[in-house]
Protein backbone atom coordinates (compact mmCIF):
# COMPACT_ATOMS: atom_id res chain seq x y z
CA UNK A 1 0.00 0.00 0.00
CA UNK A 2 0.88 3.89 0.15
CA UNK A 3 1.30 6.03 2.93
CA UNK A 4 1.59 9.75 2.11
CA UNK A 5 2.86 12.32 4.67
CA UNK A 6 2.63 16.04 4.87
CA UNK A 7 1.98 18.92 7.42
CA UNK A 8 -1.44 19.59 8.15
CA UNK A 9 -0.99 23.65 7.92
CA UNK A 10 1.82 26.42 7.40
CA UNK A 11 1.65 29.80 7.56
CA UNK A 12 3.99 31.87 5.68
CA UNK A 13 4.13 35.87 4.97
CA UNK A 14 3.76 37.61 1.64
CA UNK A 15 6.87 38.14 -0.13
CA UNK A 16 8.54 34.72 1.31
CA UNK A 17 9.78 31.08 0.47
CA UNK A 18 7.97 28.10 1.91
CA UNK A 19 9.04 24.69 1.41
CA UNK A 20 6.24 22.16 1.81
CA UNK A 21 7.44 18.40 2.89
CA UNK A 22 6.11 15.31 1.48
CA UNK A 23 7.57 11.98 2.69
CA UNK A 24 6.09 8.33 1.49
CA UNK A 25 6.07 4.82 1.85
CA UNK A 26 4.97 2.60 -1.17
CA UNK A 27 4.75 -0.74 -2.38
CA UNK A 28 6.11 0.45 -5.64
CA UNK A 29 7.08 4.38 -6.98
CA UNK A 30 6.61 5.77 -10.23
CA UNK A 31 6.59 8.79 -9.54
CA UNK A 32 5.51 11.91 -7.15
CA UNK A 33 2.99 14.89 -7.88
CA UNK A 34 2.28 18.27 -6.33
CA UNK A 35 -1.12 19.59 -7.29
CA UNK A 36 -2.77 22.99 -5.98
CA UNK A 37 -6.67 22.87 -4.91
CA UNK A 38 -8.18 26.11 -3.42
CA UNK A 39 -11.19 25.95 -1.43
CA UNK A 40 -13.85 24.42 -3.79
CA UNK A 41 -12.14 23.82 -6.83
CA UNK A 42 -10.45 20.68 -8.12
CA UNK A 43 -6.99 20.87 -8.17
CA UNK A 44 -4.20 21.97 -10.70
CA UNK A 45 -1.02 20.48 -11.49
CA UNK A 46 1.68 22.13 -10.53
CA UNK A 47 4.98 19.52 -10.84
CA UNK A 48 5.74 15.95 -11.78
CA UNK A 49 9.26 14.25 -10.29
CA UNK A 50 10.38 10.92 -11.44
CA UNK A 51 13.78 11.29 -11.20
CA UNK A 52 16.11 12.56 -8.21
CA UNK A 53 16.63 16.27 -8.16
CA UNK A 54 15.16 19.58 -8.57
CA UNK A 55 12.48 20.60 -11.28
CA UNK A 56 12.02 24.33 -10.89
CA UNK A 57 9.00 26.07 -13.06
CA UNK A 58 8.77 29.58 -12.13
CA UNK A 59 8.53 30.23 -8.95
CA UNK A 60 7.32 26.91 -8.25
CA UNK A 61 10.40 23.94 -7.88
CA UNK A 62 9.74 20.57 -6.44
CA UNK A 63 12.50 17.98 -5.09
CA UNK A 64 13.03 14.28 -5.15
CA UNK A 65 14.91 11.79 -3.37
CA UNK A 66 13.65 8.19 -3.75
CA UNK A 67 16.01 6.41 -2.02
CA UNK A 68 14.71 8.77 1.23
CA UNK A 69 11.30 8.35 0.00
CA UNK A 70 11.36 12.36 0.27
CA UNK A 71 10.52 15.04 -1.87
CA UNK A 72 9.34 18.77 -1.13
CA UNK A 73 7.68 21.55 -2.98
CA UNK A 74 9.53 25.28 -2.87
CA UNK A 75 7.18 28.48 -3.60
CA UNK A 76 9.23 31.53 -3.46
CA UNK A 77 7.92 35.46 -3.99
CA UNK A 78 4.97 34.12 -2.10
CA UNK A 79 1.71 36.03 -3.43
CA UNK A 80 -2.03 36.33 -1.45
CA UNK A 81 -3.15 33.79 -4.28
CA UNK A 82 -1.01 31.09 -3.29
CA UNK A 83 -2.93 30.43 -0.25
CA UNK A 84 -4.46 26.82 -1.17
CA UNK A 85 -4.15 23.37 -0.35
CA UNK A 86 -1.07 21.79 -1.43
CA UNK A 87 -1.49 18.02 -2.59
CA UNK A 88 1.53 15.62 -3.08
CA UNK A 89 0.25 12.51 -4.88
CA UNK A 90 2.54 9.47 -5.38
CA UNK A 91 2.02 6.87 -8.51
CA UNK A 92 2.22 3.23 -8.03
CA UNK A 93 4.69 1.17 -10.17
CA UNK A 94 2.41 -0.47 -12.65
CA UNK A 95 -0.64 1.12 -11.90
CA UNK A 96 -2.48 4.08 -13.55
CA UNK A 97 -4.03 5.42 -9.97
CA UNK A 98 -2.47 8.08 -8.01
CA UNK A 99 -2.60 7.95 -4.14
CA UNK A 100 -3.04 11.38 -2.04
CA UNK A 101 -1.85 12.97 0.89
CA UNK A 102 -3.77 14.57 3.23
CA UNK A 103 -2.98 17.89 1.88
CA UNK A 104 -1.26 20.79 3.52
CA UNK A 105 -2.91 24.01 4.08
CA UNK A 106 -0.85 27.25 3.37
CA UNK A 107 -2.23 30.45 4.51
CA UNK A 108 -0.30 33.55 3.42
CA UNK A 109 -0.22 36.57 5.63
CA UNK A 110 0.14 40.20 4.51
CA UNK B 1 -4.09 21.67 -21.64
CA UNK B 2 -6.69 18.60 -21.83
CA UNK B 3 -10.26 19.67 -20.51
CA UNK B 4 -12.01 17.10 -18.75
CA UNK B 5 -15.41 18.41 -18.06
CA UNK B 6 -17.53 17.60 -15.51
CA UNK B 7 -21.58 18.43 -14.34
CA UNK B 8 -23.37 18.91 -12.59
CA UNK B 9 -21.18 21.23 -10.42
CA UNK B 10 -23.75 21.37 -7.44
CA UNK B 11 -26.57 18.82 -6.50
CA UNK B 12 -28.99 18.94 -3.56
CA UNK B 13 -31.35 15.82 -3.77
CA UNK B 14 -33.60 14.02 -0.73
CA UNK B 15 -32.18 11.35 1.06
CA UNK B 16 -32.98 7.97 -0.75
CA UNK B 17 -32.95 9.43 -4.57
CA UNK B 18 -30.01 8.98 -6.91
CA UNK B 19 -28.00 11.20 -8.28
CA UNK B 20 -25.74 10.63 -11.73
CA UNK B 21 -22.56 12.76 -12.33
CA UNK B 22 -21.60 12.65 -15.57
CA UNK B 23 -17.39 13.20 -16.33
CA UNK B 24 -16.21 13.70 -20.23
CA UNK B 25 -12.96 14.03 -21.94
CA UNK B 26 -13.46 17.15 -24.17
CA UNK B 27 -10.50 17.11 -26.34
CA UNK B 28 -8.78 13.47 -25.80
CA UNK B 29 -10.07 10.01 -25.52
CA UNK B 30 -9.41 8.75 -22.18
CA UNK B 31 -9.47 3.99 -22.08
CA UNK B 32 -9.09 4.86 -18.08
CA UNK B 33 -10.93 7.47 -15.81
CA UNK B 34 -10.69 7.77 -12.31
CA UNK B 35 -13.14 9.02 -9.12
CA UNK B 36 -12.21 11.14 -5.96
CA UNK B 37 -14.44 11.66 -3.03
CA UNK B 38 -13.20 14.70 -0.91
CA UNK B 39 -14.93 15.15 3.00
CA UNK B 40 -14.59 19.37 3.63
CA UNK B 41 -10.91 19.72 4.41
CA UNK B 42 -9.44 16.21 4.05
CA UNK B 43 -7.36 15.02 0.42
CA UNK B 44 -8.66 13.33 -1.80
CA UNK B 45 -9.45 9.63 -1.94
CA UNK B 46 -9.65 7.50 -4.82
CA UNK B 47 -12.73 5.32 -4.97
CA UNK B 48 -12.80 3.90 -8.27
CA UNK B 49 -11.17 3.41 -11.88
CA UNK B 50 -13.49 3.62 -14.50
CA UNK B 51 -12.71 1.55 -17.44
CA UNK B 52 -13.77 2.00 -20.94
CA UNK B 53 -16.28 -1.22 -21.68
CA UNK B 54 -15.04 -3.04 -18.94
CA UNK B 55 -16.18 -2.91 -14.88
CA UNK B 56 -14.65 -0.53 -12.55
CA UNK B 57 -12.34 -1.73 -10.21
CA UNK B 58 -13.14 -0.09 -6.72
CA UNK B 59 -11.31 0.76 -4.06
CA UNK B 60 -11.38 -0.93 -0.79
CA UNK B 61 -13.91 0.20 1.55
CA UNK B 62 -16.36 1.87 -1.27
CA UNK B 63 -19.72 -0.14 -2.25
CA UNK B 64 -19.73 -0.95 -5.81
CA UNK B 65 -23.47 -1.47 -5.41
CA UNK B 66 -24.36 2.19 -3.76
CA UNK B 67 -21.55 3.80 -6.18
CA UNK B 68 -22.52 2.38 -9.88
CA UNK B 69 -19.44 3.50 -12.56
CA UNK B 70 -20.45 2.86 -15.83
CA UNK B 71 -17.33 3.73 -18.74
CA UNK B 72 -19.75 3.51 -21.93
CA UNK B 73 -17.21 5.05 -24.32
CA UNK B 74 -14.41 6.59 -24.78
CA UNK B 75 -14.93 10.42 -23.57
CA UNK B 76 -17.71 9.57 -21.05
CA UNK B 77 -17.45 8.09 -17.83
CA UNK B 78 -20.80 8.25 -15.46
CA UNK B 79 -20.68 7.74 -11.20
CA UNK B 80 -24.14 7.27 -9.88
CA UNK B 81 -24.86 7.57 -6.24
CA UNK B 82 -28.03 5.26 -5.35
CA UNK B 83 -29.99 5.88 -2.88
CA UNK B 84 -28.04 8.66 -1.55
CA UNK B 85 -27.82 9.50 2.40
CA UNK B 86 -26.65 12.53 4.48
CA UNK B 87 -23.33 10.68 4.73
CA UNK B 88 -22.95 10.61 0.85
CA UNK B 89 -22.60 14.27 0.87
CA UNK B 90 -19.41 15.11 -0.02
CA UNK B 91 -17.00 16.63 -2.96
CA UNK B 92 -16.83 14.33 -6.36
CA UNK B 93 -14.61 14.60 -8.73
CA UNK B 94 -13.09 12.89 -11.77
CA UNK B 95 -10.02 13.16 -13.70
CA UNK B 96 -8.08 11.27 -16.19
CA UNK B 97 -5.25 11.42 -18.37
CA UNK B 98 -4.41 12.08 -22.23
CA UNK B 99 -2.40 9.15 -24.14
CA UNK B 100 -2.37 10.55 -26.96
CA UNK B 101 0.65 11.53 -28.66
CA UNK B 102 0.11 15.85 -28.20
CA UNK B 103 -0.83 14.63 -24.51
CA UNK B 104 1.03 15.36 -21.38
CA UNK B 105 2.21 11.82 -20.44
CA UNK B 106 1.12 11.78 -16.32
CA UNK B 107 -0.10 14.54 -15.93
CA UNK B 108 -3.94 14.03 -14.63
CA UNK B 109 -6.52 16.57 -15.71
CA UNK B 110 -9.54 16.81 -13.16
CA UNK B 111 -12.93 17.86 -14.00
CA UNK B 112 -14.75 21.02 -11.89
CA UNK B 113 -15.96 19.02 -9.19
CA UNK B 114 -19.52 18.58 -8.07
CA UNK B 115 -20.67 19.67 -4.20
CA UNK B 116 -23.54 16.75 -3.24
CA UNK B 117 -25.61 17.55 -0.70
CA UNK B 118 -28.20 15.43 0.29
CA UNK B 119 -30.80 16.30 2.80
Known amino acids: GQNIDQPTEMTATEGAIVQINCTYQ??????LFWYQQHAGEAPTFLSY????GLEEKGRFSSFLSRSKGYSYLLLKELQMKDSASYLCAVKGFGNEKLTFGTGTRLTIIP | GAVVSQHPSRVICKSGTSVKIECRSLDFQATTMFWYRQFPKQSLMLMAT?????????EQGVEKDKFLINHASLTLSTLTVTSAHPEDSSFYIC???????????????FGSGTQLSVL
Open chain 1, 49 to 52: NVLD
Open chain 2, 95 to 109: SARDRSPRGQGEKLF
Open chain 2, 50 to 58: SNEGSKATY
Open chain 1, 26 to 31: TSGFNG
